[in-house]
């Protein structure tokens, strides 16, 4: 079976002033001078923060990725910024497809897929978030509505680059509510499937990210699942000591 390295990313979501470069210098030290963690560490701020981010978290091995990009790599785009605008900003990593862009700005696996597309052209790794909402799964559609993400979302690219899947389901995001570890081990077996079955041998070694209300309290029973290689946090990556916790479990 292929080993792969775990990944916990924080989404700061539209949170995050420069005070808050505060948490990230006590979310170091934590690392700096604790047990090593055995995950990568990600953290996606606000755009207004990424350079602080990647110059702030590089001795501490803290990487930064942004929350979204444009499929265009410049051009007359009016509060866009671009891949390559991440990747000069120090970003090393992007979320495409977070179910806030999908409903807020009705984003399209289309549209989520050419971003997904600019994100490996720019170097950067996109993770790229799929999930159904309550009434999809409550139907019984959840793992069809999660293989059609995927066979949409995902660039043919994924192949030669690094890639990295979130699943997320839309009610469990910022709820408090999370899947039964039974429901997270199907979900997650079918993605991975799914990955194989159009990537091969290389769909073995996608990471698969859990996202949704993962917290200090239920981290290491998610992480513990087949599977499950890694999170991606939302409100609990915007307390050090909660984050820590989290890559702590892993
Ligand atoms: C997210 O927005 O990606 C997320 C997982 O949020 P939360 O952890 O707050 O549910």
Same mark, same amino acid.
């Given at each position: 079976?292929?080993?792969i ?30 047990a ?15 350079a602080? *981010?990647? !110059? $702030?978290? &590089?001795? #501490?091995?803290i990487? @930064?990725?942004? /929350?979204?990009?444009?499929?265009? %790599? ?23 497809g ?39 799964r ?7 509505? *999660?293989? !059609? $993400?995927? &066979?949409? #979302?995902?660039?043919? @690219?994924?192949? /030669?680059?690094?890639?990295?899947? %979130? ?62 290689n ?21």
């Amino acid at each position: 079976m292929t080993t792969i390295s775990p990944l916990i990313a924080g989404n700061w979501k539209m949170n995050g002033l420069t005070h808050s470069l505060d948490e990230l210098a006590e979310l170091a030290r934590l690392l700096t001078t604790g047990a090593s963690p055995r995950a990568v560490v990600v953290i996606c701020p606000p755009a207004t923060l990424l350079a602080a *981010v990647a !110059a $702030q978290g &590089a001795s #501490s091995g803290i990487l @930064a990725g942004g /929350q979204d990009c444009h499929m265009a %790599a410049s051009g007359a785009h009016t509060g866009d910024i671009s891949a390559t605008m991440l990747a000069d900003a120090g970003a090393q990593y992007v979320i495409v497809g977070h179910s806030e862009r999908r409903t807020d700005h009705a984003e399209t696996d289309d549209i989520v897929r050419a971003k997904a597309e600019a994100a490996i052209g720019a170097g950067l790794k996109p993770i790229i978030c799929v999930g159904e909402t309550e009434a999809q799964r409550d139907a019984g559609h959840a793992e069809a509505v *999660v293989s !059609a $993400q995927l &066979a949409g #979302s995902i660039p043919d @690219a994924a192949e /030669q680059h690094e890639v990295v899947v %979130a699943y997320e389901p839309v009610w469990a995001i910022g709820t408090g509510r999370t899947p039964s570890l039974e429901d997270i081990a199907a979900i997650h077996g079918a993605i991975r499937a799914r990955l194989v079955e159009r990537f091969g041998e290389r769909g073995e070694t996608i990471r698969i990210l859990y996202g949704g209300s993962m917290k200090p309290q239920n981290a290491r029973e998610i992480l513990d699942v087949e599977n499950v290689n890694g999170g991606l946090v939302g409100g609990a990556s915007l307390l050090a000591k909660d984050f820590y916790t989290i890559i702590s479990a892993v």
